[in-house]
């Protein structure tokens, strides 16, 4: 019996060892190649001073409209991520592509992660490129941003174009999250061994192999950083404090949904309620997930196109 209990000791004291010595691997092998990561993230866009820090945005194309792109929460680059629809609404619009404090190149803020003050953060953004007039098009929990957006700042936004996005009311935005564990996760460098085996939705032909590539060094920089972690902390008080909230009656939605969502059977319905509550409401119904301009870039770019071309006056 003893013998018995000792060898049992014996293995668990090695299993121990093993896995103090596995973790222990992996969080060196992380520091290094974030260090080493640092010097391979590719520039792009430009940056904007807002709050005495760096804002990176991209602006390309060129019309007489402009097109304010907004990402979901967390997305590590909100340039790349964005890039399937970028060129076709540049085609005829300027486009304008913020990556708010935590995202993409941006700096991160110790300043919390509150939608007042994303939204007047990414607003100072535009207001230092002069953008005082715009069409509004996020995706995920820019929906809720976007109706901040149009309280705070209803001379200047012109209709709201939604991918997929939030709404006051969503089911299942109370459900606590494992941050500690998460956070615990990323320091051990496990998150990056699992963002090595998740594509992430990053696929091709959408995404190009150097996409991806850097998407994954983005995402081993940016997700679970303190900016993200103070953000995801406060995911339960934004919808809190969102419910009841709505649109404006007077400002154009257009609204691309994922036809089945099986999480949430009530998605669709719940944004035609949405789209009901203004007086020119649209939504244009997709199968497809979350991530919808992923891989219906030329359907939202197309349908984009028409339902503008439908609310300009006819000579």
Do not use: C
């Not at 896995?19 to 974030?34: C, E, F, K, M, P």
């Not at 391979?40 to 304010?68: A, F, H, R, W």
């Not at 850097?214 to 103070?230: C, E, H, I, K, W």
């Amino acid at each position: 019996m003893k013998k018995a209990a000792r060898r049992t000791l014996l293995t668990l004291t090695g299993i121990a060892t093993v896995i103090v010595v596995g973790l222990a691997t992996t969080t060196v092998v992380n520091a290094v190649a974030t260090e080493a990561e640092k010097g391979e993230i590719e520039s792009y866009g430009q940056s904007v001073t807002v709050d005495g820090k760096n804002m990176n945005v991209l602006v390309t194309g060129d019309g007489p409209e402009t097109i304010v792109l907004l990402p979901g929460f967390g997305t590590a680059s909100p340039v790349i991520d964005f890039r399937p629809i970028i060129p076709g609404l540049a085609e005829d619009h300027r486009v304008v592509v913020v990556e708010p404090f935590g995202y993409g190149l941006s700096d991160g803020t110790d300043k919390a992660r509150t939608t007042e003050n994303i939204v007047g953060e990414v607003h100072e953004a535009l207001q230092s490129l002069d953008v005082d007039e715009y069409i509004l098009m996020g995706h995920s929990i820019a929906g809720i941003y976007g109706i901040e957006f149009a309280e705070r700042y209803p001379a200047e936004i012109t209709a709201f174009v939604g991918i997929d996005s939030s709404l006051p009311g969503q089911p299942s935005t109370d459900a606590a999250l494992p941050i500690g564990l998460l956070v615990t996760a990323r320091n051990l460098g496990l998150m990056r061994i699992i963002t090595s085996m998740n594509d992430g939705g990053y696929v091709p032909p959408t995404y190009s192999a150097e996409d991806r590539e850097q998407m994954g060094m983005f995402t081993n920089r940016n997700t679970l950083a303190p900016s993200y972690v103070d953000a995801m902390s406060r995911l339960g008080d934004i919808f809190h404090e969102a419910e009841g909230k709505r649109f404006p009656e007077d400002l154009p939605l257009l609204l691309f949904v994922q036809k089945h969502n099986e999480t949430v059977p009530e998605w669709l319905d719940l944004h035609e309620e949405q789209a009901s509550g203004v007086t020119d409401g649209t939504v244009i119904p997709l199968d497809g997930g979350h991530y919808l301009h992923h891989t219906h870039a030329t359907e939202i770019v197309d349908g984009f196109r028409e339902w503008e071309a439908g609310r300009m006056p006819t000579d």
